[in-house]
């Protein structure tokens, strides 16, 4: 067996990919998850589940005191935009003190790596091509408030212990079974399959962003974690280059479906704050772990269906 690695949110969307990878890879996996996404746990021999809130300091410590493990890939956030602007202090609680807690734990622990995801969103919305060592950071919601902040308190612990630590800036992960309330999972729960024309109601449809499948996510974060230890601080764009308008996402969704869906704007949907734009620049991260990108927007999409619809092309 390889080295144990530890995944905080690793039965959520994105960390229940990452853990069967893992697991799939020959590694033993440990996972902390307060089971607040309503997914179920990785059931695998080599995968041991705790149901753990990371704000709770203690239990966490004592976790990761038991099993010391070689890299902590750090999920476990709130990251729906609309909850962090109502429920501010409850994501902030979540996103930084439950990160500080996790910090306090490896530092006192010596786990020699970490894998850390954080957001396309902390990028200044002034830019229109975003690059980890080029573009300034400019948070622009309290979201990407908190993962700012969380680069922070990184940046602080790898300069007080001179770990191997990345940053991986994801951008907009898409794929089937997403249980958040994100743009696509909203599309296709209003489109009934029987109907001829579906009607959606969105709200900021001119918004373009960079959409990256969670295979495509979990691969490069595995990747990160399973590197050759190299100390210092890494910061990757985890996406794919190319974006797409609401609108387009729309089309190609009825493409893929053969019906025709309309748009009517919800104003109760409307983001006051929106960036109208949000694609990163990918090669950095391409380029340092000698891989590609396995899904386009249309192999992403045709998987979604698939599985939501049992759908065939």
Same mark, same amino acid.
Not at 133 to 159: A, C, G, H, M, W
Not at 229 to 245: D, I, Q, W
Not at 254 to 264: A, D, H, Q, T, W
């Given at each position: 067996?390889?080295?144990?690695?530890?995944?905080?949110?690793?039965?959520?969307?994105?960390?229940?990919?990452?853990?069967?990878?893992?697991?799939?890879?020959?590694?033993?996996?440990?996972?902390?998850?307060?089971?607040?996404?309503?997914?179920?746990?990785?059931?695998?021999?080599?995968?041991?589940?705790?149901?753990?809130?990371?704000?709770?300091?203690?239990?966490?410590?004592?976790?990761?005191?038991?099993?010391?493990?070689? #890299?902590?890939?750090?999920?476990?956030?709130?990251?729906?935009?609309?909850? #962090?602007?109502?429920?501010?202090?409850?994501?902030?609680?979540?996103?930084?003190?439950?990160?500080?807690?996790?910090?306090?734990?490896?530092?006192?622990?010596?786990?020699?790596?970490?894998?850390?995801?954080?957001?396309?969103?902390? /990028?200044?919305?002034?830019?229109?091509?975003?690059?980890?060592?080029? %573009?300034?950071?400019?948070?622009?919601?309290?979201?990407?408030?908190?993962?700012? %902040?969380?680069?922070?308190?990184?940046?602080?612990?790898?300069?007080?212990?001179?770990?191997?630590? #990345?940053?991986?800036?994801?951008?907009?992960?898409?794929?089937?079974?997403?249980?958040?309330?994100?743009?696509?999972?909203?599309? $296709?729960?209003?489109? *009934?399959?029987?109907?001829?024309?579906?009607?959606?109601? $969105?709200?900021?449809?001119?918004?373009?962003?960079? !959409?990256?499948?969670?295979? *495509? %996510?979990?691969?490069? $974060?595995?990747?990160?974690?399973?590197?050759?230890?190299?100390?210092?601080?890494?910061? /990757?764009?985890?996406?794919?280059?190319?974006? /797409?308008?609401?609108?387009?996402?729309?089309?190609?969704?009825?493409?893929?479906?053969?019906?025709?869906?309309?748009?009517?704007?919800?104003?109760?949907?409307?983001?006051? !704050?929106?960036?109208?734009?949000?694609?990163?620049?990918?090669?950095?991260? $391409?380029?340092?772990?000698?891989?590609?990108?396995?899904?386009?927007?249309?192999?992403?999409?045709? *998987?979604?269906?698939?599985?939501? /619809?049992?759908?065939?092309?």
């Amino acid at each position: 067996m390889k080295h144990t690695i530890l995944v905080t949110g690793g039965a959520g969307f994105i960390g229940s990919r990452l853990v069967r990878m893992l697991s799939e890879n020959g590694f033993q996996v440990v996972v902390i998850d307060n089971l607040t996404s309503n997914l179920p746990f990785v059931q695998l021999p080599n995968v041991t589940n705790y149901n753990l809130d990371v704000r709770d300091a203690t239990a966490l410590d004592e976790i990761i005191g038991a099993y010391k493990p070689y #890299c902590v890939v750090h999920l476990a956030a709130i990251h729906h935009v609309p909850t #962090c602007e109502i429920e501010r202090n409850y994501a902030l609680e979540v996103n930084v003190i439950g990160t500080e807690n996790l910090l306090l734990s490896i530092e006192k622990h010596q786990v020699s790596k970490l894998v850390f995801a954080s957001t396309g969103a902390v /990028y200044s919305p002034d830019f229109p091509i975003l690059n980890e060592d080029e %573009t300034p950071v400019d948070p622009f919601d309290n979201y990407s408030l908190s993962k700012f %902040t969380n680069e922070k308190q990184i940046r602080f612990y790898q300069q007080r212990t001179e770990a191997d630590v #990345c940053i991986a800036r994801l951008f907009n992960t898409i794929g089937a079974n997403d249980p958040n309330a994100h743009l696509i999972p909203d599309i $296709l729960r209003q489109i *009934d399959p029987e109907v001829s024309h579906a009607i959606v109601k $969105l709200g900021n449809i001119k918004s373009r962003r960079d !959409y990256i499948h969670v295979e *495509d %996510t979990a691969n490069l $974060l595995m990747l990160m974690a399973t590197s050759a230890p190299r100390k210092g601080l890494k910061v /990757y764009n985890v996406c794919t280059s190319v974006e /797409y308008s609401v609108e387009e996402i729309v089309q190609k969704i009825g493409v893929l479906m053969n019906k025709p869906i309309s748009i009517e704007i919800d104003p109760e949907k409307i983001r006051k !704050y929106d960036r109208i734009s949000q694609i990163g620049n990918n090669q950095k991260v $391409l380029t340092e772990f000698n891989t590609h990108l396995f899904f386009t927007i249309e192999d992403a999409l045709k *998987d979604i269906l698939a599985k939501m /619809y049992d759908f065939q092309t």
